[in-house]
C-alpha cells in the first residue's frame, strides 16, 4: 500500500517483464456469475469464472466473439448495466468488489484497477482536451493536488507512451489524434494513477498492425512504469502468445482450459482450444490445411445440459450431452482444461481430429461438370 | 500452390490504374480544394488458377483497385485488361456482359446481402439479371447451396438467420451462380472469428482447385494472404512497394515496409513470438490527401531514420522509386531494397 501514501512515486515494487515471479494475488475472482434477463429467458454471459491474478503477471484471456470475455471484466470492474445479474466474487487485494457501494468502488477504480477499451474514440470524451482528461484522472484520486500539477504530470505520461510533442498535445481535442495516438492517450490515463492491476480489452483490435505494435510496446512501457499486473483480452491469439505468462481460454461463458501461455500453445488439452489454434494461418511456415471448427457457438440463452462444445466436438461421446465437465488438472496441476477426454488429446494435432474438408464434394463435382457443360 | 504458371498468358492484367476523389469544400458551391490519391498508378497481372493477395493497411488503396478493376467505381485512368479487352473505356451494357466472367465477395456479410430476400432468390438474382434462370433454376440454385456448404432446405431463410460465416458462403454462392472465371474477394474472412474463417478459406481453396478460378484477394491481414495466395503484392498509401511469389516475400522481404508489416504480426507461438527481433515502423499513414514526396513510405520507414546517410535520404526524398527488381530476385519499390530474414 505504499504507493497511496505517495501518488507520483514510482511503483513500490521493481518489476522486470515477464520474468517477474509469481507474486502475492492482487485479484482474486471466484465463480463470477453474470446473466441478463431477456425475453427468451436468462442470458447466462458469464458462467462460474475463478482465476487469480498475482502481481506483475499478464494474464491473457482469449475466445471468440461472444464467450463472455469481455463482460467478466466489465463484472470486475462493476461496470455492467443496472439489470445485469452478478453473483460470485471478486476481491482486490482481499477487499470484497460485487456488491461494493459506489463510494467503495470509486475509489478503486481508475486508482488501483484501471481498464483500457477496444475503441479510444469512445472512451475518451470530444468536447474535452486530453490534458484536461488526463489531469481529471488525477485530481479525482488526489485531494491536495494543483491543476498545474496535474497536468504537469499529465504532460510526463503522454511522453512516456511515447507521444511526440507531448506538451504541445495536452491542448488537443481527441479528434485531432490518430488512433493509435488516441490509444496512447487512453493507456496514459490508465497509467495515471499508478494502478495495480490494468484490464485491457481488446486493446488492439481496432487498429492496423503496424500501429497494433507500437501500441503492444506502450502497454507494455506503462506496465513497467506501474509495476502493475494486467488482464489482456483478445480474440488474437499471436498477441496472447507474444504477452501472456498464463492464459484462460473462454466458451460459452466458462473457462475451457486454463495454463501457461506454453502449455495452451503447445499441448492443448481441451478441444477447442486445439481447433482454434489449427484454425489459425501461420507467418512464419508454408501453409498446411486449416482446421476450421463446424458449426457455431451455442446460444447462451436456455442452455441444454452437458458441456456447450458438444455439437461441434469430434470427440464427443453421450456423456458430453449429458454432465458438463469440470476444469480439472492435465500436464501439470496448473494445466487445466474441462473436457471429459483431454487424456485423448496427447500427442494429437488438429489436423488428425478435424475435418479440413468443407464443400460438399459431390455437390461440386456436379457443379463442375455442369460449368464445363456450358462452355463447351 | 507452389506452382506458377509463368508463361500462360494473364487472365487479367492492370496497367497504370489510378483512381483519385475529389476533395470538396463545404457549403454551396462544393469547390474542389483538393485529391485523395487513393490509387497511384499500380500495375500487376493475374494468371489462370491463380491467387494474387493484395494486402495494405486501412488507407493503401487495395479496395478502391479491387473496385476500380470491376468498374463499380471508374477509374481515373489507366488501363484494365480482361483476356485482352480493355475494360475502363466499356459501355455500360458491354461491361454487364462481361460481368458473368469477373464477380466480387464482399467483406460484410452483414451489409451485402439484402435483408428482405430470401437465401434462393438472392442466389438466383445473378441469373435472372443475366437472363439464365430458367426452367432448372430452383435447381442450379439448390446446388450452388450445397456446394458452398450449405443446407439447401435452408434456401427459403433470411440472411439474419444465418450466422456470419454461413452469409460469406451464401455471398460466395452468389458469386460462383454464373459461372466466373474471376473472383475478387474483398476482406472476405475480416469479419469472421477465426475458427468461422478458416471454414471459408478452406472452401475458397476447394473452389479454386475444382473449378480452375483466378482469386485477386484483398486483405489487410498478411497471414491470411500468405495461406491462400501464390503471389502477394504489398501496397502503401496508393502504390504497390513489393510484388513476388509466397515464398519470396516471406523468405527475404526487400521492401522495409513488408518487413515491418510482416514483423508487426505477432505470432501464435510463445517461444518464437517473445525471441523474435522486429523492424517497426514509426507512427502513423500520412494522409492520402498530401502524400509525401519522393518515396512515400520514408516518413515511416526504419531505414531511413536509422541506417542511410544524409546524401541516401536525398535520394528517397526526391525521387519515388520504381518497383523494379534491384537485385532480390523480385521487384520492391526502394532505392535501397535489401533481402531480410525475420523468421
Known sequence: MTAAEDPLAGPASSPNG?????????????????????????????RGVSYELRSGEVLGIVGESGSGKSVTSLAVMGLLPGNARVSGSVKFRGQELVGASDAAMTKIRGRRVAMIF????????????????????????????????????????????????????????????SG??????VIAIAMANDPDVIIADEPTTALDVTVQAQIMDALDTARKAT????VLITHDLGVIAGQADRVLVMYAGKLVERGSAEDIFYTPRMPYTLGLLGSLPRLDRA????????????????????????????????????????????????????????QELVGREAQDLFETTVSDAHALAQFVRETEDQTS | MTTTPVAAPPV??????????????????????????????ISFDLAERETLGLVGESGSGKSTTARALLNLQPATSGEVYYQGRELTKLSRGEMRALRRDLQIVFQDPYASLDPRMPVNEIVAEPLRIHGLYGNDGRTVVRDLLRTVGLKPEHGNRYPHEFSGGQRQRIGVAR??????????????????DVSIQAG??????????????????????????????????????????????SEQLFQAPAHPYTQALISAIPLPDPRKERARERITAVGDMPSPVNPPSGCRFRTRCPKFANELSEAERRVCVEEPPELVDRGQGHPAACHYAEGRTLF
Do not use: W
Open chain 1, 18 to 46: 515477464a520474468a517477474a515471479p509469481a507474486g502475492d494475488v492482487v485479484l482474486e475472482v471466484s465463480d463470477l456469475t453474470v446473466g441478463f434477463p431477456s425475453d427468451e429467458g436468462l442470458v447466462r454471459a458469464v
Open chain 1, 118 to 177: 477496444q475503441d479510444p474514440m469512445t472512451s475518451l470524451n470530444p468536447v474535452y482536451t486530453i490534458g484536461y482528461q488526463i489531469a481529471e484522472t488525477l485530481l479525482a484520486h488526489h485531494d491536495g493536488m494543483s491543476k498545474n500539477a496535474a497536468l504537469e504530470r499529465a504532460a510526463e505520461l503522454l511522453e512516456i507512451v511515447r507521444i511526440p510533442n507531448a506538451r504541445g498535445r495536452l491542448s488537443s481535442y481527441p479528434h485531432e489524434l
Open chain 1, 180 to 185: 493509435g495516438m488516441r490509444q496512447r492517450v
Open chain 1, 227 to 230: 509495476g502493475a499486473a494486467m
Open chain 1, 287 to 342: 501453409s498446411a490445411r486449416l482446421t476450421p471448427i463446424p458449426g457455431a457457438p451455442p446460444s447462451v440463452v436456455n442452455m441444454p445440459p452437458g458441456c456447450p462444445f458438444t455439437p461441434r466436438c469430434p470427440l464427443a461421446q453421450p456423456v458430453c450431452d449429458e454432465v458438463e465437465p469440470e476444469l480439472a488438472p492435465t500436464t501439470s496441476p496448473d494445466h487445466s482444461a474441462a473436457c471429459h477426454f483431454s
Open chain 2, 12 to 41: 487479367l492484367s492492370v496497367k497504370n490504374l489510378v483512381k483519385h476523389f475529389p476533395v470538396r469544400s463545404r457549403g454551396l458551391l462544393r469547390k474542389q480544394v483538393g485529391v485523395v490519391h487513393a490509387v497511384c498508378g
Open chain 2, 175 to 192: 458469386a460462383l451462380a454464373l459461372r466466373p472465371k474471376v473472383l475478387v474477394l474483398d476482406e472476405p474472412v475480416s469479419a469472421l
Open chain 2, 200 to 245: 471459408v478459406l478452406n472452401l475458397l481453396d476447394e473452389l479454386q482447385t475444382e473449378l480452375g478460378l483466378s482469386y485477386l484477394f484483398v486483405s489487410h491481414d498478411l497471414s491470411v494472404v500468405r495461406h491462400i495466395a501464390d503471389r502477394i503484392a504489398v501496397m502503401y498509401l496508393g502504390t504497390i512497394v513489393e510484388i513476388g511469389t
